[in-house]
């Protein structure tokens, strides 16, 4: 028997057997509670409209310039609304909460 027949024979019946799954399926809701203070709600007004707070939460503690350039790439590549008052809050927010000071790497 040819092999390769065989190999798209296996595909075949295994995706007919996956394609028999139909009941549905559950997420669980992850809610992400962002740290209370230092003007967190600019942040949920501005951080939260595209993406969870998890983005934030998965990047570890960052320094200062790496904040400063994640909101600067939230407003310029991604087309984030904010006034620069406002990006100064939430860089100085994500600093203490989600940060550290430092003035060189990430
Ligand atoms: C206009 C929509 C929008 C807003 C508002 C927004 N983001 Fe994002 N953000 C994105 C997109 C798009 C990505 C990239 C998603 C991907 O690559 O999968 C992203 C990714 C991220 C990441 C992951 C790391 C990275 O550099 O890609 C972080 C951290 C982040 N955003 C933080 C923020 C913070 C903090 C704010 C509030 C200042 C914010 N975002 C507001 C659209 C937005």
């Known amino acids: 028997m040819n092999i390769k027949l065989l190999i798209i024979g296996i595909l075949l019946s295994v995706t007919a057997l996956f394609g028999q799954v139909n009941k549905a399926i559950e997420m669980p809701y992850v809610e992400y509670p962002i740290e209370a203070g230092d003007h967190d709600e600019v942040v949920q007004q501005y951080c939260l409209t595209c993406h969870s707070f998890g983005y934030v939460l998965n990047q570890g503690k960052k ?15 991604f087309k984030a609304s904010i006034s620069k008052e406002d990006q100064q809050v939430i860089i100085n927010y994500l600093v203490k909460h989600y940060g550290f000071e430092s003035t060189s790497g990430h």
């Open 63 to 77: 320094s200062r310039p790496y904040w400063t350039g994640t909101v600067a790439k939230m407003v310029n590549e």
